[in-house]
């Protein structure tokens, strides 16, 4: 779930080092409260606005909102989206205790909770891969809360802080009612307090969750302070936290420029890469945590899902939709997932789906009449113009630069230790 940014470039005079490394720091705390304002919602089902005033930032926490529909080229909020799961979203307040979640029996089906901490650690799950399908119910609380589980509970989560984003993600498929399907299961996902009672607590966010542009160093310095009484540094880190004013209001903009323009993803071979390679926490390398989170805020850990990219050909070219091109994926090397795959399109101007006559995104193991050829071999063409049957086609922007992300959930040992041999792009 990744936020698209109008970033500034950065100054030409470099601010202190000191201020530099404290926005490196803090920057996740900032963009997640900013999160926060963006995706909680003003209206309760039953207890009604959080205010009466439109102009307020208060919203409502400790409650899911869901999207019922698979996300599509007229949804510009996120760049880069996810075309196979529908999404459900919370942020836990544990500020005045814990909090129990209630999932129903998913069946066969894929699904996750991903569990993000104030500082972007995707720290905990519940879900397929981790607890099961079955129905259960999941304890989450924070550092001070040292009480009885109660009767009934299948999963005990513990916070580092009392703010906590979960990210549900549901598998959703092109057979006939399986949307649908997958929405009663989304309204079967509750929260509710130990004692049975509503939840739910009114929080004010105090930011535009819409302003993406770089914040002024007074709101900065008030979201980060509230956000770090409630959410400590992580173990073994050392706050450089407070800064001088002056140097904030400098360093700011640096800082969000720098972080946009400088990318280091982890190369996999035949012009992939690896944007995102968490696990569940990202240990000393603040400074590609700050990255992820101003770009890619809301990556699950790469046990969970990992998002290889290729921006190029097998020549090393910009990909275009003035080409055509195959990728081919030879008998028995097809990805190897315990869940599924799927390869999907972007344009690069703007980082979102592209519209097109078949209203097809991605293309992965569960495309309805997927060809495949002799011993498993698998072949994909990437195209403007639809080359015909039998060929699974996914379609390109004609005469535009595009990306192609692969999106692997659950994936095997050799993509997790970054030996599968991902074949390139080739330019017909």
């Known amino acids: 779930m990744n936020m698209s940014h109008a970033m500034p470039k950065p100054s030409t005079s470099t601010p202190p080092q000191a201020a530099r490394d404290a926005v490196l720091q803090t920057l996740p705390l900032f963009e997640m409260m900013r ?130 984003w979960v990210i549900g993600r549901i598998l959703v498929d092109d057979s006939p009612g399986n949307l649908a399907q997958a929405g009663e299961l989304q309204r079967g996902i509750s929260i509710h307090r130990v004692d049975g009672g509503t939840a739910a607590l009114r929080v004010d966010t105090r930011l535009d969750g819409s302003a993406v542009d770089t914040p002024s160093a007074a709101l900065y310095r008030a979201t980060v302070d509230d956000a770090l009484a409630r959410n400590p540094v992580p173990t073994g880190e050392h706050l450089r936290w407070p800064v001088d004013d002056g140097a904030l209001a400098d360093a700011l903009p640096w800082v969000f420029g720098a972080l946009r323009q400088k990318v280091q ?65 030879p008998p028995g090397a097809t990805p190897e997932v315990d869940a599924f795959w799927s390869l999907t399109l972007y344009r690069r101007s703007d980082c979102l789906l592209v519209a097109n006559a078949a209203q097809r995104y991605s293309v992965g193991d569960r495309l309805p009449g997927l060809v495949t050829g ?35 959930y659950q994936p095997r040992r050799r993509h997790l230790e970054f030996q599968f041999p991902y074949p390139p792009l080739r330019r017909l």
């Open 35 to 164: 999160m926060r304002a963006a995706t909680t919602a003003r209206r309760h089902p039953v207890l009604g606005f959080a205010s009466e005033d439109r102009a307020s930032r208060v919203r409502w926490v400790n409650q899911f909102t869901h999207t019922h529909r698979r996300i599509g080229p007229e949804d510009r909020e996120v760049v880069s989206p996810n075309n196979d799961t529908v999404f459900s979203n919370a942020w836990l307040d544990l500020s005045q205790g814990p909090v129990l979640i209630d999932t129903p029996d998913m069946g066969e089906r894929y699904w996750t909770l991903g569990l993000l901490d104030a500082w972007t650690n995707p720290f905990a799950y519940v879900g397929r891969r981790t607890t099961g399908n079955r129905r259960q119910r999941t304890l989450v609380h924070g550092p001070a809360w040292h009480g009885r589980v109660p009767d009934g509970v299948d999963n005990v989560i513990a916070s580092p802080g009392d703010d906590v």
């Open 265 to 329: 993803p982890h190369a996999l071979g035949g012009g992939w890469a690896l944007p995102v390679a968490v696990r569940t926490h990202w240990g000393q390398d603040v400074a590609m945590r700050a990255r992820v989170a101003r770009n890619f805020i809301g990556a699950l850990g790469i046990e969970e899902a990992m998002y290889p990219t290729a921006e190029v050909d097998a020549d090393g070219e910009p990909l275009n939709g003035s080409n055509a091109y195959e990728l081919h994926f």
């Open 374 to 408: 002799a011993g498993g071999r698998l072949t994909i063409r990437i195209q403007a113009d639809d080359p015909g049957p039998g060929h699974n086609w996914l379609p390109a922007p004609s005469g535009e630069g595009f990306y192609v992300v692969l999106r692997l």
